[in-house]
């Protein structure tokens, strides 16, 4: 795992069933982060610029009007920018035996849009069911192991002062008004939230203990 360079995965949606929509994909890269956000009819604003002036991190956001252009884009970065390499996709409930939100929303949201998968030769580890098992986020008795609580237990940083939200049910209703700028930061703290559990997992937990699985489909298009 050591020769595997981390990337930290989370996405934004208007809600939890198959015709909803993706609103932001958010990826770590080298020295920095990788945004996509759509914008639908609203105007846009300069998301990206005011996303720069409230963080001191390297965030680069491309925005689109549709969710086809957004996911269209998201696949070519990927097979452009980590399927070539080295590179460990990591999430939180990403994607896990029992199910995960991340890869089977955009499984079907592709396969919506007739685009193809692109995780091709990436491999993938969850780290809700390793924190679970392997760290201790008991909190007045209640042990809860859900992205947030994960983090402000374990991490010592500040994810949380670039979220403006509480709740993560807030971004759907961010996104519908036009608050995209908003909705973008809750999923770059939830991207820094991801990467920060991921190298706390690293420091102390063995390779084994990652249950490392291949993204590639059986049929490769």
């Known amino acids: 795992m050591t020769q595997l360079t981390q990337r930290a995965f989370d996405i934004e ?21 990788q945004l996509f956000a759509q914008t639908a009819s609203h105007p846009t604003g300069d998301i990206a610029t005011a996303v720069q002036d409230t963080t001191d991190e390297h965030v680069r956001v491309a925005t689109y009007r549709t969710e ?8 070519t970065y990927v097979r452009e920018q980590l399927s070539p390499v080295d590179v460990l996709l990591v999430a939180y409930n990403g ?11 955009l499984r079907t949201r592709l396969a919506a849009h007739g685009i193809a998968w692109p995780f091709v030769d990436v491999p993938y580890a969850d ?33 949380g002062a670039y979220d ?6 807030e971004a759907v209703t961010a996104f519908e008004t036009g608050h995209y700028t908003d909705v973008v930061m ?19 937990c ?16």
């Open 13 to 33: 949606t208007t809600g939890f069933n198959a015709s909803d929509a993706v609103t932001v994909v958010g990826v770590e890269r080298d020295l920095g982060y």
């Open 68 to 75: 086809a252009k957004l996911l269209t884009a998201v696949a």
């Open 95 to 105: 994607e896990t035996w029992q199910g995960g939100f991340d890869l089977p929303f």
């Open 127 to 159: 780290l809700l069911p390793l924190i679970q098992r392997l760290f201790n986020t008991t909190v007045d008795g209640d042990a809860d192991a859900d992205l947030v609580t994960a983090y402000d237990v374990l991490c010592d940083g500040d994810a």
């Open 164 to 169: 403006p939200f509480d709740e993560s049910s």
């Open 186 to 204: 809750h999923n770059l703290a939830d991207i820094l939230r991801t990467e920060a559990l991921s190298t706390l997992a690293q420091r102390y």
């Open 206 to 221: 063995s390779k084994s203990d990652f249950d490392l699985k291949s993204l590639t489909p059986t049929i490769d298009e």
